[in-house]
């Protein structure tokens, strides 16, 4: 990776452990800003979902991925969550880097501070997660549900590692997906 580009990220991660949350949300988009100048794509995507993990309700984030993902694949996924930005809805602001799963006798859900439960989950094989909205957020798009859905599953995702753990994602009807601990998805 790129010394500046690291720094970059570094810091805006150092910012977020800080939980200074505004410092850290600006130094995500510088960084993936300086990436999108470096051709880094998907380092760009990384850090813009970076900064969009502490406020999933944030506008600009998902503009800024949606101006790259052409490059990446994911062109209707991000135009699919800015459209459930604009339209009417009840959900508080909050950020998905506290996402837990929560498993009882009855089930499991995916809970995040201020938000509540989100989703419910069932593993019905060992490498596949079935994930439905909880009535509350059943206009959640797919790609705000694969980043809870990634936080929920990795607590400390290794961002530096070649070969990420995977595992396949079907998400209220959508075709399956697979899904890494940096957050990477596409296709099954």
């Not at 990220?9 to 410092?23: F, I, L």
């Not at 993936?32 to 600009?60: I, K």
């Not at 604009?86 to 009882?104: K, L, Y």
Request: aromatic share 8%; proline share 6%; with cysteine.
């Amino acid at each position: 990776m790129n010394p500046k580009l690291r720094a970059l990220s570094q810091a805006a991660e150092a910012a977020a452990r800080k939980n200074d949350m505004a410092s850290a949300v600006r130094k995500f988009i510088v960084a993936g800003d300086y990436a999108v100048t470096l051709d880094r794509w998907r380092s760009a995507e990384r850090n813009y979902r970076a900064a969009l993990e502490l406020d999933l309700l944030w506008r600009e984030p998902v503009a800024r991925l949606l101006k790259i993902a052409d490059r990446l694949g994911h062109e209707r996924d991000w135009r699919a969550y800015i459209h459930a930005l604009e339209g009417p809805r009840s959900w508080p602001h909050f950020g998905c880097r506290s996402a837990r799963v929560v498993a009882s006798d009855t089930g499991a859900i995916v809970e995040c501070n201020v938000a509540g439960p989100l989703l419910e989950l069932m593993m019905s094989r060992v490498d596949l997660v079935e994930a439905h909205p909880v009535p509350r957020f059943a206009n959640m798009p797919l790609a705000m549900a694969l980043l809870i859905i990634r936080r929920a599953l990795w607590i400390a995702p290794r961002a530096e590692t070649t070969r990420p753990h995977t595992v396949r994602v079907v998400y209220g009807g959508h075709e399956p997906v697979w899904l890494d601990e940096r957050g990477d998805w596409g296709p099954d």
